[in-house]
Every structure is written in C-alpha cells, then in structure tokens.
C-alpha cells in the first residue's frame, strides 16, 4: 500500500470499530473489547509505519474535491509532514493503552459497549484533525470531539458533578468555537482556499488582508479546546469523568488539539505581532495561575488536571515566540507522561478507596500495595517537574530555549517582549509544577496511619500499560539529538543557562515542598480527615464514582479538604482559599455571564406567556365571541331569513334615497 492510501486508514479503522461496536453492543457483547481495542491498536500501528516511511522529511500531501461550493472548494486532503505523522504515533500509542486499561477499569460496567464506541470514535476524530490538509475536513474532527467529551464526561450521569461537568465543558468549549468558525471563514475568504498548504503559500506571499483579526478569532477557539485561559475552567471539572477518559483527553486528544492547530498554521499567527503578544501574555497567565491552583487541590485528579493546563500553557508560550518544534515537541512529551500520571492516578484510586489526597496521607502502605503505580508515577512526576533525564526535561528546555533567543533578540519572528514573557512566567512555573508534583508524590505515597485491607493485585490490563507509557517518559528526550528533522530541523538541545535555571528552580520548589511537609505532617495524627474511601473491593470505575461522592458528601467541595496538614495549605498562606476555586473563575462567570442570560430568559418567558400569550388568547377568545354571535342568527327557519333579507333590502333602499337627495341639495 502507498503512504497515502495507509494515512486514510489509520482514522479510518477507529471510526470504523466505533460504528460495529455500537451495532453489536446489545446483540454480540463478547465482540465490544475486541472491536475496541483491534482497530485502534492497528491504527496505532499504521501510524508508526507512516512515521517510518515519511522519516522526517519532505511532507506528503494528497487530496481530492469532497465537493464543489461554488466559491471556496472544500478537499479530502492529507498533509503529512513530521509533526502529524509524530502526533498521530502518539494518539494511537495513547488510545490503546486506554482501551486495554478501560476492560479492566469498565469491567462490570453496563454501558462499556457505548462508551468504548465514544472513545474510538475520539480517537478517530483526533487523528482526522492531525492528518487533515483541509480545514473543513479539520473542523469536522475538531467538533465531533467536543461531542464525545460531552458523553465521555457524563459516563457518571448519575452524578450531579458529572452531569454538571459535561454540560459546562459542551458549552465552554463551543463559546471559544464560535469566533473560531468566523476566523476559519475570514481566513478562506483572504486567502481563497480552505487547504492548509495554499493558505500558508498565501501568507507567505503577503495574501492576509486581516491577520490580526483573523490570528485573533482563531486563538478563541484554540483557547476553549486546549483550556488556555479565560476559557480553561472546563477542564478541572471533566475530572468528573472516568479516569481512562481523562488520560484520553489529556495526554492525546481535543486539548492537544489547539496546540497542535497552531503549530499547523503557524505562519498565520506569525503575521501579526499582536496575536503572538496576546499568545504570550495568555499563556504566562495561564502556567502560573494553573500551577498555584494546583497546589491547592485536594482531589488528586484535579490536580493533574491543573496540571495539563500549565503544561499546556509552556506549548503556548513556545508558539508565542514562533517555535512550534519545541510546541510540538513538548506536546508528544507531555503526551506520556501525562497518561502514566492519570492512568496510574486511576490504581491509586482504586486502591485507596478515595481520590483525596488528605485521606491518602493518612494511610499507610499504599505505595507498597500498589508497586507498578507508585514507581511508574514517581518517573513521571519527576518528568512533569522536569527533572533530567526524563522527557519532560529535555521538551521544556526546548520551550525555555526558544523563549530565550526570542527575547535576546537571536531570533526576530516574534516581539522580544514576548520571548521575555514566557521565560519568566515559564521559570516561575518551574517551580511551581516541582511543588506540587512533590506535594502529590507525598500526600499520596508517603501517608502514616492505618493500612487499608489489600483487595489484591490490581488488574494486568491496568498496570501493563503504564510501563508500556513510561518507557517514552523515560527515553523520548534522549532522543533529542537525533530528531531534529521531524521538528522542521531545528536543534532541540537544552542551553546551559536556561537548564540550570530550571532544574535549580525546580528543585528549590521540590526541596521547600518537601520542607513544608515535614512541618506539617506532625498533625496529621491530631487532625484525623473524615472517613470519604468507598468500598475497595469494587470495580475500579464504581469505586471512581462513590470517591467523587464520597468527598463532595464530607467536605461540601470536590476541590478541598479542611486538612491543616496539608503543605500546600502552609506554602499558600491566604491564597489557598482563592486557589483552591481556581481564582473564584467560576463565580466571576455566573455572575457576568449565567446569571444575565438567566434573567434574560425569565424575561422572555414572561413576555411569551403573559404579554404574546395574552393577546394571542384575546384574539382567540373576540373571534370566539364573534362566532357565538353569528351562530344565534343561524336559526334554519327560512322565513326569517327571507324577512331579514327583505328588512336589508328596505333599508339599503332608504339609505340610497336619502344619499342622492343629500347630494341633489348640496
């Protein structure tokens, strides 16, 4: 098979193991896991023999016309150069290792078969997104993931918190997309074409009437679906959903998508000097207040989700200073480590009985119960705080790295201001990541208190796949001598300057963390946390589920614990209060937003039912009256008919009479 024809079947098969597997759900369930895993892990394995043969070099597109328009036509194109054939590589990797965790986390779970036709049908939307070379085709992609979150979110329906959070990261996200349509729409209009390759030859050659403008709408809709701030207060809450999505959505999918949109169409938002400042600014914000939040969470998903935000944020700052290889770069990086910690998140949970971190600390034994979790997240916490000489390190260095030429001025694609932004906010968030991670790695294994009953080992489904996931945690930056031609051909190495800074920052955060934990963790007997852990000896998901319940019952929030033990709490002062609602976002929102479209819709229905419904009802009820009148006359007595017609006739007789003698006098 030729290059192009295996790129079309790798979202292809996912699609089309979505599709089976909803149709043989109900009546051949013994097909669900094979149906969800097959496709996928052959996708996956296509992907890598994609990669193999595009090798970094020159990028291969092929399209033909979906359908003619009449204006701007719309292709079934494919652009395949070396970050899509990586990105695709690491969605497939990902998306496996999902699938197989999720038969033993979904295990007795009644809607397994829908769920896992979500995820492949994710999956499958993700990969038309990375291969696309057109954006119509992109933004079928881009929209029919927003829908699969929602779903995938809402699995715990049950729950209010997960319905809550599935409706809130539907609507958020479709906020950011609105001008994002508008800025797709303005950019064809400029340029003539909806395909990537002519758009960008466009640009280069000046044919952006409106790149401020244009730059300006797109980064609204990539701020929505890679939760950059304002737009970010979606994700926290998906955590709502099942441990196996979150990995997905995390490490893989829609917020990847946004990173990756702008690295694809970087020369666009390179036209204008406005956009990228706008970029930096937001992404600074965004890496350091995400990094305080989650130094305050309790509910260790969410801080992982706080996490991703931050993260995300460092793959916005390197874009801002118009380095996509170093995006890119730390977005594959990112990609598995970040699944490691969610995915091992998931056995920690299970174990445990709680997703509370206050509870955890409070227990011992759990890293010794639980052996493949706990060392396979401690390597990836150390590349999270991006400690050598795992991935995370060498990917932020390159972030850091780009940011520093751009502020020196060695490189003059972007404002100086720019660069000097994000190496400041990306060095302050160094150390925040190194404190929080420390502070997750020693509430969650380093508790003292009684040891919960062991409900034995934990699935081989489960544990397989974080060591297969931390094998590119540990060695993907090694790499980063030699791959330099899949990142437009730019070196990647870490400076000196900027790898010392950051690995000494880094390990100042972790140091006074840690200092901080000894301080406090004296209380931790005297302060005994209520009892939140459900029942450990259920399936995995349901444990999941009655956690999130459990916490929400005992601490009114699924965000906080009163625990005076925590470091975080001690290390935040007053702060942590704001912190720990994410900055009162949320509030702020509801306030600006919800409650005025609320009022205006009480509004509306006041007028639809007491001022149109009033006259609509009068008008009914005059024609009603009319009708009564008119049926009394209907007597069927024909001599009274021709009485009152004779009556008519007289007096239209008289009044003719009277008219013309009126108008003989005048």
């Not at 994710?122 to 057109?134: E, I, K, N, Q, R």
Request: charged share 10%; proline share 5%; hydrophobic share 55%.
């Amino acid at each position: 098979m030729t290059t192009t024809t295996l790129a079309a079947l790798v979202p292809l098969l996912p699609f089309l193991g979505a599709v089976a597997g909803l149709a043989l759900g109900r009546t051949a369930p013994g097909f669900v896991r094979p149906l969800a895993i097959l496709p996928t892990l052959t996708a996956a394995v296509l992907a890598v023999i994609v990669a193999v043969r595009q090798g970094g070099g020159r990028a291969i597109d092929a399209a033909t016309q979906l359908t003619p328009t009449g204006s701007v036509p719309i292709d079934l194109a494919l652009h395949l150069d070396g970050f899509a054939v990586l990105v695709a590589v690491l969605v497939g990797l990902v998306a496996t290792c999902v699938q197989l965790y999720s038969t033993a986390y979904l295990r007795d779970d009644a809607r397994y078969p829908s769920y896992a036709a979500l995820v492949s049908l994710f999956t499958s939307a993700m990969l038309l997104v990375v291969y696309s070379g057109d954006l119509m085709v992109l933004l079928v992609g881009w929209e029919i993931m927003g829908i699969c979150s929602y779903f995938l979110v809402g699995h715990y329906w049950e729950t209010p918190e997960a319905r809550a959070a599935s409706l809130k990261a539907f609507l958020v996200t479709k906020l950011g997309d609105v001008p994002f349509l508008i800025g797709l729409f303005a950019l064809a209009a400029d340029t003539g074409s909806f395909r990537i390759t002519k758009i960008l030859a466009a640009v280069t050659n000046g044919g952006l009437d409106h790149p401020t403008l244009i730059a300006l709408l797109l980064l609204a809709g990539v701020a929505g679906k890679s939760a950059q701030f304002p737009l970010h207060t979606w994700l926290p809450d998906a955590m709502a959903g099942p441990t196996p999505v979150s990995a997905l959505i995390h490490a893989a999918t829609m917020v990847a998508a946004g990173i990756y949109f702008v690295a694809r169409m970087l020369p666009v938002f390179a036209a204008s000097g406005a956009a990228l400042t706008v970029l930096a600014v937001v992404a600074a914000v965004t890496m350091i207040g995400s990094g305080v939040a989650a130094l305050a969470q309790d509910d260790i998903k969410r801080v992982l989700a706080y996490s991703t935000i931050g993260q995300l944020g460092y793959m916005s700052g390197a874009l801002a200073v118009a380095d996509r290889g170093a995006a890119v770069f730390h977005l594959i990086s990112h990609g598995a480590f970040k699944a490691v910690l969610f995915l091992a998140a998931g056995v920690v949970i299970h174990a445990a009985g709680t997703n509370s971190l206050a509870a955890m600390s409070r227990m011992g034994g759990l890293a010794r119960r639980i052996p493949d979790a706990y060392w396979t997240m401690t390597v990836a916490l150390l590349a999270l705080a991006a400690i050598p000489p795992f991935a995370g390190f060498f990917s932020k260095e390159a972030v850091l790295v780009a940011a520093e030429h751009t502020a020196l001025g060695d490189r003059t694609v972007a404002p100086a201001a720019a660069g000097w932004t994000i190496l400041i906010a990306g060095l302050l968030a160094a150390v925040l990541t190194a404190a929080y991670a420390t502070r997750l790695w020693l509430l969650a294994f380093r508790g003292r208190g009684a040891e919960l009953p062991d409900h034995g080992k934990q699935p081989l489904a489960m544990t397989s796949v974080l060591w297969i996931l931390a094998v590119p945690t540990i060695a993907f930056g090694l790499t980063v001598g030699t791959i330099g031609d899949w990142f437009d051909g730019h070196a990647l190495t870490p400076s000196l300057t900027t790898a010392v800074l950051s690995t000494g920052v880094g390990l100042v955060g972790g140091l006074v963390t840690y200092g901080a934990w000894r301080h406090t963790t004296a209380l931790a007997a005297r302060t005994p946390i209520g009892a939140v852990a459900a029942h450990p000896g259920a399936e995995p998901a349901l444990v999941e589920a009655e956690a999130m319940t459990s916490h929400t019952a005992a601490y009114g929030t699924i965000a906080d614990a009163p625990d005076p033990a925590d470091p975080g709490r001690l290390l935040l002062g007053p702060l942590h209060r704001h912190a720990v609602t994410g900055f009162h976002l949320d509030a702020l929102y509801t306030a600006v937003f919800v409650r005025p479209v609320q009022g205006a819709a009480r509004l509306v229905r006041f007028l639809d039912r007491t001022v149109v419904d009033t006259y609509v009802n009068g008008s009914a009820a005059v024609t009603r009256l009319l009708g009564t009148a008119v049926r009394r006359a209907q007597t069927g007595n024909v001599q009274t008919y021709l009485s009152a017609l004779l009556a008519g006739s007289l007096v239209l007789a008289i009044a003719a009479v009277v008219f013309a003698n009126v108008n003989a006098g005048s």
